[in-house]
């Protein structure tokens, strides 16, 4: 799988499944501020063929639209990534189609919510097979500062991305189960006088991508991340494979962390919250559960939201 | 992606027809005479359950069980006078306990987990450690095989039998639950079934509103109503954000006050919007605490347009302002994300003139900023 180092010193080309032109211009647009040469997006499939219109700066462009991946033409020595705009339904069929008919993808991001539980499933089994760093369903995507915005993450204008200053590289990693959150805690880091290495929202669905024990990994290795901050939810166990990829001793940096998700103890029964996988069946899944068991290993646990700013300033 | 449990009546009626097992239900509600019930299923003992999604239905008494029609009639009538509308009814299969077996599977990541234990029935959790994936019984290897095909063809992600009994090698699935995937109920050979999701709990009517208003919108809208008569009432934007906003309220020990939990995300339209928040002002209006505060608020959004879901916001606000003035409700906001100032600018003015201005942060504020400030005014009032 792609390295966060290479990441940063190949360049990156993107091919965006489905016409978003928000979220499309706002790559363009970092792109740009980062000082890049050439926009990453290389072209854009859809139903439809010829150009459509979009920013270089203060120029107008010309992006190519495809029918077919065969028609692309990649340069051999970038990383190539998608970027799968498409509805929950038609994320499984169109990500295969391309990834198995264009060559060298290193990766890609699936933006669409109600991805199907079986879909997530074949879509973990292409990640796999064909060794992809593989985001989503239903996330906002990744953003590498000055090398890389793959989704809507950290904003679609150019104020939001100048704000979180995103052409300037650090050292705090985010890692989040939550779209909105992700942006949230880009926010908070940048309130925080710290610039980002990485950030990515795996989204809130049943069966994230990349895998969480997948996604620390990727931060331990990465030399230029010094900690990770990371937003979980109630629902799920994927925080206990975290403790025990710290006690194998596979994840040494300092992580912070904030779990939320303790409201549902007010309710009888757990409801289901905004997020798909957002419900706790189990005492183990419960918000409260997660932090204490985290927090029992010597990750750095928030009791509040509001403790957050401080911690991360002293990261 | 989330997961719905479909009624057990449902589920036996795909399950049966797919495995070949001879079954007969009836799905009846309060109007259901005992005729009707002798008629259909003739001279056999026979059970009636709420089949409305409840877990452990045996130990809270909504099982009756190896009756006639006319004591299955009355237990229907007195259930439904206790709020449950429901019913399944099917007849008694004689066996001993010793014949209960419990088995289950549940989609994860790689594939399908089966867990099954010789032993079930409505203990099956004092002795949950026996419960493991072995299987040495041929018949029911049999019927995992193919009950998995059954569970990937229909987009199934949970299904519990118990108890399963085999009997002179045949199978009956006398109590089963099943759980399917709400992201495929659009797809042909889901929504062919013509499958209704079930809820346990019952929803108040604005629940059911903003539930048909979410069916009908790409974009998503949440809302449970906790207490009608609550102080603190939630306006709030992004699935996460809105659990920590909610948890801060519960964490600042107004837990009992927060009236409600809900969520608007995925870009919504300014109609949506007001539609949506339509419907809390309403609740929020009938609750019988004597000082109440809304709070607007949600991350910085990566890509729902604050201006234009906030116009949506401000025109069921204006239409409800005096009854809000006359309540002396407070409005606390807390927003960032795309055309911010503009939405913030927006919001600010209309409170401001009308009164029910209590706070408007923008991102530079931390998210839960905005529940310090609203919680405070609640904390004078004590």
């Not at chain 1, 980062?34 to 010829?50: A, D, E, F, L, W």
């Not at chain 2, 419990?102 to 089966?114: M, Q, T």
Request: aromatic share 8%; with cysteine.
């Amino acid at each position: 799988m792609i390295s966060l180092k290479q990441i940063r010193n190949t360049n990156n080309q993107i091919i965006v499944l489905g016409n978003h032109s928000p979220i499309i211009q706002s790559i363009l647009d970092f792109d740009y501020l980062c000082g890049q040469k050439k926009p990453s997006v290389i072209g854009i499939m859809g139903n439809g063929r010829g150009k459509a219109k979009y920013f270089w700066g203060r120029q107008e462009i010309l992006l190519t639209l495809f029918s077919q991946p065969q028609e692309l033409q990649p340069d051999a020595k970038s990383n190539l990534w998608f970027l799968n705009l498409l509805s929950g339904r038609r994320t499984l069929t169109s990500s295969h189609d391309l990834i198995t008919s264009v060559k060298n993808i290193v990766g890609g991001s699936l933006f669409a919510e109600n991805v199907p539980e079986v879909h997530a499933q074949a879509l973990s089994d292409l990640a796999q097979k064909h060794d992809l760093l593989l985001i989503g369903s239903a996330s906002v995507g990744m953003v590498v500062p000055g090398s890389l915005k793959l989704g809507p993450i950290a904003g679609i204008t150019p104020e939001q991305l100048i704000n979180v200053k995103l052409s300037e590289p650090g050292t705090l990693a985010i890692i989040s189960a939550s779209g909105g959150m992700t942006n949230e805690l880009i926010n908070l880091v940048s309130q925080a006088g710290k610039n980002l290495s990485f950030a990515f929202s795996t989204g809130g669905d049943r069966f994230p991508q990349p895998e969480i024990t997948i996604a620390f990994t990727l931060a331990e290795n990465d030399p230029q991340t010094a900690a990770i901050i990371y937003y979980g939810e109630l629902g799920g166990t994927e925080e206990y494979e975290l403790i025990k990829l710290k006690q194998q001793g596979k994840l040494t940096k300092p992580v912070l962390v904030h779990i939320s998700g303790t409201v549902a103890d007010l309710f009888a029964q757990s409801p289901q919250f905004g997020h798909a996988k957002a419900k706790a069946e189990t005492e183990l899944e419960k918000a409260s559960a997660k932090r204490q068991a985290l927090k029992a290993a010597g990750f750095l646990v928030t009791e509040k939201f509001s403790d957050l700013l401080k911690l991360t300033k002293q990261l | 992606m989330a997961r719905v449990r479909i009624s057990e009546f449902q589920a036996k009626k795909i399950l049966t027809k797919e495995l070949n097992l001879p079954w007969q239900g009836l799905q009846v509600d309060s109007r259901i005479t005992a005729a009707t019930i002798e008629a259909f299923f003739g001279p056999v003992e026979l059970v009636a359950k709420v089949d409305q999604g409840i877990k452990k239905r045996a130990k809270q008494g909504l099982v009756s069980i190896r009756n006639t029609p006319g004591v299955l009639r009355s237990f229907v009538k007195a259930k439904s006078q206790q709020k449950f509308s429901q019913f399944l009814i099917e007849p008694f299969v004689p066996h001993t306990a010793n014949q209960e077996q419990y088995l289950s599977l549940e989609r994860v990541r790689d594939g399908i987990k089966v867990l099954y234990s010789p032993h079930g029935g409505v203990e099956i959790e004092d002795h949950w450690q026996q419960v493991n994936s072995t299987i040495s019984d041929p018949i029911v290897k049999k019927l995992v095989a193919k009950l998995k095909t059954i569970f990937d063809k229909y987009y199934f992600s949970f299904l519990e039998i118990n108890p399963l009994v085999v009997k002179d090698e045949q199978i009956y699935l006398l109590d089963l639950a099943v759980e399917i995937d709400d992201a495929a109920l659009n797809i042909p050979v889901v929504s062919n079934l013509q499958i209704e999701p079930i809820s346990p709990i019952k929803l108040s009517s604005s629940e059911e509103q903003i539930a048909k208003l979410d069916k009908s919108s790409p974009a998503s809208l949440k809302y449970r109503l906790l207490n009608p008569n609550g102080s603190v009432w939630m306006l709030l934007s992004g699935g996460g954000a809105s659990l920590v906003l909610a948890d801060e309220v519960a964490d600042f020990g107004f837990g009992q006050e927060l009236a409600n939990y809900g969520e608007y995300s995925g870009n919504p339209t300014m109609q949506d919007t007001y539609l949506y928040t339509r419907v809390i002002l309403t609740d929020l209006l009938k609750s019988k605490s004597h000082q109440k505060v809304l709070v607007i608020a949600g991350g910085v959004a990566n890509f729902t347009d604050v201006a234009k879901t906030f116009q949506g916001v401000i025109k069921a606000l204006e239409e409800n302002k005096q009854a809000l003035k006359k309540q002396d409700v407070l409005v606390f906001v807390r927003r960032g994300g795309p055309n911010q100032k503009q939405g913030l600018a927006l919001m600010a003015r209309f409170l401001k003139d009308s009164g029910l201005y209590g706070t408007v942060l923008d991102s530079s504020a931390v998210l839960t900023e905005v529940i310090k400030l609203a919680v405070k005014i609640l904390r004078k009032e004590q």
